[in-house]
């Protein structure tokens, strides 16, 4: 079973709205969790990263949350604009071995005019 | 002054040739890894290199045969490729195998007709 879900995997917003990204992770224990953008075509970029004692980061329009408790982070997308439309991915490291990591599925993000 | 390089982008082939795909990284990270994007989206990590040395490797098919010869280039030869090797194979780098900072390379499609 994979330690990282996310949801929804996929949704479609308006040029200009916001929008928000879920994911549960359930890797013991916890040192951080990074969210990452891929664009089309393209190979994953580094947005944040969420140390376990960190609760809200801001990149931008681009805002995620932490709660280490219920293990639990969100990604915010403030005023959405065509550029955002890409897959946005949730890691953690795995506790199996130095450098490894557990990668989510994605929530594929698609913004229309 | 690209970080991750990957080469070639797009690779056709058909089922049981032998092909190889080549990255090299210019950030002076010691720590290199092969992932494999499928086409449900999840990047799953294939193996990983530290200073030349194999640290992971991950349950794949010994068709798959990594190479460094230096802490700057990864290679990835594949032999008798099947169809089911089709995907998208990333290259990454980060500074240590403690560093969780992974840097990617645009990727290389390849296609196994």
């Known amino acids: 079973k994979n330690q990282v879900e996310q949801s929804p995997q996929s949704l479609i917003i308006l040029e200009g709205k916001n929008c928000t990204l879920q994911c549960n992770y359930t890797v013991s224990p916890f040192s951080n969790l990074r969210w990452y953008k891929q664009d089309t075509g393209r190979g994953p970029v580094s947005l944040t990263i969420?140390?376990?004692?960190?609760n809200t980061k801001s990149n931008g329009r681009y805002t995620a949350t932490l709660d280490a408790d219920t293990k639990q982070s969100s990604l915010h997308i403030t005023a959405s604009q065509l550029s955002d439309s890409a897959s946005y991915i949730c890691?953690?490291?795995?506790?199996?071995?130095?450098?490894?990591?557990?990668f989510g599925a994605g929530t594929q993000v698609v913004v229309t005019p | 002054d690209t970080a991750v390089s990957q080469t070639p982008k797009y690779l056709v082939t058909q089922m049981g040739n032998d092909k190889s795909i080549k990255c090299e990284q210019n950030l002076g990270h010691d720590t290199m890894y092969w992932y494999k994007q499928d086409s449900k989206k999840f990047l799953k990590i294939m193996f990983s290199y530290n200073n030349k040395e194999l640290i992971i490797n991950e349950t794949v098919p010994n068709r798959f045969s990594p190479k460094s010869p230096d802490k700057a280039h990864l290679n990835l030869h594949i032999n008798s490729l099947e169809l089911g090797d089709s995907a998208v194979y990333f290259c990454?780098?980060?500074?240590?195998?403690?560093?969780?900072?992974?840097?990617f390379g645009p990727g290389t499609r390849l296609t196994v007709t």
């Open positions: 890691v953690v490291p795995s506790t199996d071995s130095w450098g490894k990591l557990q």
């Open positions: 969420m140390t376990f004692s960190e």
């Open positions: 990454a780098s980060s500074p240590t195998v403690l560093t969780y900072e992974q840097y």
